[in-house]
């Protein structure tokens, strides 16, 4: 089955640690994305990449980072520079940037105490 | 810049009620309006959408219009079940960047 895989679903970090979230797609998409979501708000969004070797900055982007070597991964690093990780990151994917359906992972949440 | 107001929650409804939850939007141009829907511990689906004026969407017995003269995009279901407890977010797409309202979470008792 095609879809997106995010690992794990639970993850537990300690402040000043970086933590790094998994995201895979086998929907052969060009464009991948990273969003943050906090109760009581929509998602937020954190970086994108349209094509391998290249990402950019979305709305929320200071203390993360991310990287895009193959077209099916797009991990995202949360640094000890985030000062609130504690949240659910979703990933989600797209045939290409301009196109309007985006398909969503099921989500890690982040602990950080 | 372009966002999204939907109608706060949470909203209870009993089974076979009417469901409506307001959405509203500001943005230049022509954005397509879409609605997703998020079950408990899962990521987004993608409910329905319409991507010009007066275009209706649906899906799963939930309807929308996407009105540009109030600029908004109404979600609506004629008779809920409890399976259609979520939490449900408007959102549009503006130049390639899909923003999204803070979400509607829905309870539907039997």
């Known amino acids: 089955d095609g879809g997106i895989t995010q690992s794990p679903k639970y993850l537990f970090r300690k402040e000043g640690q970086n933590v790094t979230l998994s995201c895979e797609q086998n929907l052969n998409h060009d464009a991948m994305y990273w969003y943050r979501q906090d109760p009581g708000q929509g998602l937020r969004l954190i970086y994108y990449?349209?094509?391998?070797?290249?990402?950019q900055k979305g709305d929320i982007a200071e203390g993360y980072s991310v990287s895009r070597e193959k077209k099916e991964s797009f991990p995202l690093t949360v640094t000890s520079a985030q000062k609130n990780p504690t949240a659910f990151y979703l990933c989600?994917?797209?045939?290409?940037?301009?196109?309007?359906?985006?398909?969503f992972g099921p989500g890690t949440r982040l602990t950080v105490t | 810049g372009d966002s999204v107001t939907q109608m706060e929650g949470p909203v209870t409804l009993s089974e076979e009620a009417f469901l409506t939850i307001n959405c509203t939007y500001t943005?230049?141009?022509?954005?397509?309006l879409f609605w997703y829907v998020q079950y408990p511990g899962e990521g987004l689906q993608l409910l329905l959408k319409a991507t010009k004026a007066d275009d209706k969407g649906s899906n799963k017995g939930f309807e929308a219009t996407y009105r540009k003269e109030t600029t908004s995009f109404h979600l609506e279901k004629g008779s809920v079940q409890v399976s259609d407890s979520a939490v449900y977010f408007c959102?549009?797409?503006?130049?390639?960047?899909?923003?999204f309202g803070a979400g509607t979470t829905v309870t539907v008792r039997a």
């Open positions: 959102a549009l797409v503006n130049d390639y960047k899909l923003s």
């Open positions: 943005a230049t141009g022509y954005p397509s």
């Open positions: 989600a994917s797209s045939v290409r940037r301009a196109s309007y359906e985006q398909y």
């Open positions: 990449s349209q094509i391998v070797n290249d990402f």
